[in-house]
């Protein structure tokens, strides 16, 4: 990941966090504005995404027309904040939800020189497989499209304890069902989450710590 990272652009380099430890759809991640950030309770607002209907770019809620809140990192903010300051957002105006509908202006983090937008095909093969060619790595279809990014966000969660719940939540999925299914295979063993909670417990062996009788 960091080697395609290195080789985007410089001003589309920060999509790699923005998948990754926010775990952001494409869509999201073309439509992020620095002003969905709130800094008091270090969260983002995950609130529209950009697609295309019939040849029109548009502002749209998110897959499912479900908003969510998602916790975000010192270390992430400090890397937006960064881009936002060497490639400062861009005030972009689109119909919201249908070609004809109202008009929206949302200052966007990821577009390319004066403001320009891509749509999620374009930006799929000018920008991202433009990484890969860059940087002399292999792209494999599918499996290293921009979702990886997101895949990427979900395993590290777990591996952390976050839960399938949490997970859900901050992926924007409607049923932690759904969540747990498509990442049963990354959720740590349960016995080696057993053993770790009785050694909290007990101790190590042969250590000092003894249980005292009720």
Not at 89 to 110: E, I
């Amino acid at each position: 990941m960091h080697k395609v990272r290195t080789g985007l652009g410089e001003r589309f380099r920060v999509v790699v966090p923005l998948g990754s430890g926010l775990g952001l759809r494409q869509g999201e991640i073309l439509g992020f504005s620095p002003d969905d950030i709130d800094r008091e309770e270090m969260v983002v607002r995950v609130q529209r995404q950009i697609k295309t209907v019939k040849g029109v770019m548009m502002f749209a809620p998110p897959k499912g027309g479900k908003t969510r809140t998602v916790p975000l990192s010192p270390a992430l903010l400090a890397e937006i904040d960064d881009n936002d300051d060497r490639f400062p957002a861009t005030a972009v105006t689109l119909p919201w939800k249908k070609p004809d509908g109202d008009r929206v202006t949302v200052r966007l983090l990821v577009t390319g020189e004066a403001g320009r937008l891509y749509t999620g095909d374009l930006f799929t093969k000018v920008v991202w497989q433009g990484g890969f060619r860059e940087s002399e790595t292999t792209h494999r279809g599918r499996a290293d499209g921009m979702h990886a990014l997101r895949h990427f966000y979900a395993s590290t969660l777990l591996s952390r304890a976050v839960s399938i719940k949490e997970l859900a939540e901050y992926l924007g999925h409607s049923d932690a069902g759904f969540t747990l299914r498509t990442y049963t295979h990354l959720v740590p063993s349960s016995h080696q989450r057993a053993r770790q909670a009785s050694d909290a417990v007990f101790g190590r062996p042969g250590g000092s710590d003894v249980l005292e009788t009720a």
